[in-house]
């Protein structure tokens, strides 16, 4: 079992930017890839980012070609946090933000764009962006 918990989201306008924090426990070691998706009101799920937490090309980073460049997605080890870093937020950046952890071992990245790859899941937090 793995327990993730989201933080940081907030209300800000265009072009500023906020940070997520995801505090992750249980069973961490089970954990391959962590990832981080938002869905906006009426909208499905989408992927955002993820980064390859242990074993095979841990630390490896993935984006969605709407956040890159703006978005950063990083590994605190010594709280066992990820974080996203989210730079010049836009009102399409706006939902919530939902942490995940994959214990799925895939070499291919473009199954951890999906949510199904994801077992385990934050409660979210709400990101709004105003013009």
């Known amino acids: 079992q793995v327990t993730l918990v989201e933080s940081g989201g907030g209300s800000v306008q265009t072009g500023d930017s906020l940070r997520l924090s995801c505090a992750i426990s249980g069973r961490t070691y089970t954990a391959y890839v962590m990832g981080w998706f938002r869905q906006a009101p009426g909208q499905e799920r989408e992927f955002v980012s993820a980064?390859?937490?242990?074993?095979?090309?841990?630390?490896?980073?993935y984006y969605a070609d709407s956040v890159k460049g703006r978005f950063t997605i990083s590994r605190v080890n010594t709280d066992n946090t990820v974080q996203l870093q989210m730079d010049n937020l836009s009102p399409a950046d706006a939902g919530v933000y939902y942490c995940?952890?994959?214990?799925?071992?895939?070499?291919?990245?473009?199954?951890?764009?999906?949510?199904?790859?994801?077992?385990?899941w934050g409660q979210g937090t709400q990101v709004t962006v105003s013009a």
């Open positions: 980064i390859r937490w242990s074993g095979w090309g841990a630390g490896n980073t």
């Open positions: 995940a952890a994959s214990t799925l071992m895939y070499k291919v990245s473009d199954y951890y764009y999906t949510s199904r790859s994801y077992g385990y």
